[in-house]
């Protein structure tokens, strides 16, 4: 069964840039499409950037040009740039996305094989 490992979360002010990754481990099937989540207390889990398998990408229209999502053979990234306080949430990483072309890849019932990870906290403070 496919592993999904998230860090690099962790505490910093609005501005500023945080990297997190995301370790795949287990079955690795490369033609997976992958995707970063966040959720906050309260709210559905939302997806905010994709990659498909040819390196192909998609944003959430609040955080094109700033996140940027990559890969390379075993770890899934997402870099966060000037950080603002709403961007405060569990970041989860996902694999075996549906819907990259349509767009709704964005709700988390498109991980279709419910392959998620534990997540990791980032908290932006103003």
């Known amino acids: 069964r496919l592993q999904l490992a998230e860090s690099g979360g962790g505490s910093v002010q609005a501005g500023g840039s945080l990297r997190l990754s995301c370790a795949v481990s287990?079955?690795?099937?490369?033609?997976?499409?992958m995707a970063w989540y966040r959720q906050v207390p309260g709210k559905e889990r939302e997806g905010v950037a994709a990659?498909?398998?040819?390196?192909n990408t998609k944003y959430d229209w609040t955080v094109k040009g700033r996140f940027t999502i990559s890969k390379s053979a075993n770890t899934l990234y997402l870099e966060i740039n000037a950080l603002k306080p709403e961007d405060t949430a569990k970041y989860y990483c996902?694999?075996?996305?549906?819907?990259?072309?349509?767009?709704?890849?964005?709700?988390?019932?498109?991980?279709?094989?419910?392959?998620w990870g534990q997540g990791t906290q980032v908290t932006v403070s103003s």
């Open positions: 287990g079955y690795t099937n490369q033609g997976y499409a």
């Open positions: 996902a694999a075996g996305i549906t819907g990259f072309m349509d767009g709704t890849w964005r709700q988390p019932s498109a991980v279709y094989y419910g392959y």
């Open positions: 990659i498909d398998s040819d390196g």
